[in-house]
């Protein structure tokens, strides 16, 4: 609903044009009671007291109120709106929504052209992550005599990666290159088909992780200082090895992992919200 007001020196028109392109209409000259006697007959201190306004739809008129200074009403009355006019009106919104057809399309055909490339993660300052990823750490950035993010070797492991300790060395946590993130959703990661390793740190404002679970190829997930709650997306990653959390208060129940036929490592410490712990199989190596 669209409501204008055209005002001079001796009278308001007041216009309201509703969803169906009906058009309702009232006149305020100078010498309306309330204009006359409390604006004095100003018709642009009168426009104001109006802009405060209140429209109530009836079936054939529509009522303009105002409650400050006083209360006031105007019926707005409707006007028959001449054949032409009207289909005037009605091309000037198919124009309009055509524009924004046009707005969307563009940028959906922006976004495809960037897509073709990789995936785009709001608040990932590691630019366009490629499609073909199979390793992403998201967490905050580097900061130089933080003992948390020193680039260390695991002991036992063959593999060149680097990592960084947390809980007095107890804990080894996968480090990438593109590890910067302060978004708050990670919903893009689920175009990561052929993801196997997903670390997520020191990030409270994300809280949904169930894309997750359409990354079918993850193999090992890391979980510090960050509010996963809910593993139900686990359920569906058949080829999950690992699962790692640290300081994950919201955590309370493991009962999903027992969906994972390739689980052989479980690690939770200082989740002190876990009240719900299965009983693994004796091939399953449970850290706590």
Known sequence: MKVTFSTNDDRILIKCV???????????????????TFCSRNMGKMEKILKNYVI????????????????????????KLPEGEAFAM??????????EIGKLQFRTSEL?????????????????????????LLG????????????????HSTSNRNYFVTNGGSIYFPRFNNNEFIGKSIKPVAFLSNLQVFAFHYNQDVKDFTQLGKCKNLMELYF?????????????????????FHTCPQLKDLNPLMDCPSLQEVTYQSCAGVQSVPNFPGNIKITK
């Not at 897509?115 to 366009?128: R, S």
Request: hydrophobic share 30%.
């Open 56 to 79: 109530q739809e009836m079936d054939d008129h529509m009522i303009l109120k105002v409650e400050d200074p006083v209360e006031l009403q105007y019926i707005l009355k409707k006007e």
């Open 112 to 136: 495809e052209e960037q897509l073709e490339n990789g995936v785009i993660l709001p608040g990932y300052a590691g630019g366009v992550i490629p499609k073909d990823s199979t390793e992403l």
């Open 140 to 155: 905050v950035k580097e900061e130089n005599g933080n003992s948390d993010f020193k680039k260390t070797p695991h002991p």
């Open 18 to 36: 509703d969803d169906h392109f009906n058009i309702y209409k009232c006149v305020i000259n100078q010498f309306d009671p309330f204009v006359s």
């Open 224 to 244: 510090n200082t960050c509010n996963v709650s809910s593993l139900e997306f686990v359920r569906s990653l058949k080829k999950l090895q690992k699962i790692c």
């Open 90 to 99: 009605i091309i000037g919104k198919l124009e309009s929504i055509e524009e």
